[in-house]
T-cell receptor
Framework: KAGVTQTPRYLIKTRGQQVTLSCSPI?????VSWYQQTPGQGLQFLFE???????NKGNFPGRFSGRQFSNSRSEMNVSTLELGDSALYLC????????????FGPGTRLTVT | AQSVSQHNHHVILSEAASLELGCNYS??????LFWYVQYPGQHLQLLLK??????LVKGIKGFEAEFIKSKFSFNLRKPSVQWSDTAEYFC?????????????FGSGTRLSIRP
């Protein structure tokens, strides 16, 4: 059974640009959550999607947005990038909403210069 | 405020040594507790979890954790570590519904094992 995949794995952008990250959940999983991981901060919750609906959003500015498609794949977008957005962005999938059995992807390493 | 504290940022042990990583939390109501591990270059994966019942939880690879409600702690233990346990360990706490939005992760403890 294939795991959670994220593309791209690495990304370098400059300030002011925008970026789109993609996440494909495990087959049969309909819930996708996104996290931002930075050194010393641990993981911070960004979004949770289930059946194409955003169920929850973390405490991030409106520059961070996301969506989920009918095939459960999810994308997140960050507009007007700032240096502080440099981080590892993790996607996790689960069969149902909630954090009981989340399976994480390898992450997308975003560097903003 | 809800929070999770992992006081040890970096722990260095020799092989066969015993391990205990501390995790303390501040969270209102019934809690669900997790330990995740991230091996170098690999995905974050669940080591063990506590929802209810026996406060001593056994996970994969010989790890266990004990929920001590009176101390708001969920420390991770392993009696004898191996070089392959070198990784970063994250403690996390969530509410009863364990909505992903309500799960708070600690900042992590990096464990280095000397062969």
């Amino acid at each position: 059974k294939a795991g959670v995949t994220q593309t791209p794995r690495y990304l370098i952008k400059t300030r002011g640009q925008q970026v789109t990250l993609s996440c494909s959940p495990i087959s049969g999983h309909r819930s996708v959550s996104w996290y931002q991981q930075t050194p010393g901060q641990g993981l911070q919750f960004l979004f949770e999607y289930f059946s194409e609906t955003q169920r929850n959003k973390g405490n991030f500015p409106g520059r961070f947005s996301g969506r989920q498609f009918s095939n459960s794949r999810s994308e997140m977008n960050v507009s007007t990038l700032e240096l502080g957005d440099s981080a590892l962005y993790l996607c996790a999938s689960s069969r149902i909403p909630g954090g009981h059995e989340q399976y994480f992807g390898p992450g997308t390493r975003l560097t903003v210069t | 405020a809800q929070s999770v504290s992992q006081h040890n940022h970096h722990v260095i042990l020799s092989e066969a040594a015993s391990l205990e990583l501390g995790c303390n939390y501040s969270y209102g109501g019934t809690v669900n507790l997790f330990w995740y591990v991230q091996y170098p270059g690999q995905h974050l994966q669940l080591l063990l979890k506590y929802f209810s019942g026996d406060p001593l939880v056994k996970g994969i690879k010989g790890f266990e954790a004990e929920f001590i409600k009176s101390k708001f702690s969920f420390n991770l233990r392993k009696p004898s570590v191996q070089w392959s346990d070198t990784a970063e360990y994250f403690c996390a706490v969530g509410g009863e519904d364990s909505s992903a939005s309500k799960i708070i992760f600690g900042s992590g403890t990096r464990l280095s094992i000397r062969p």
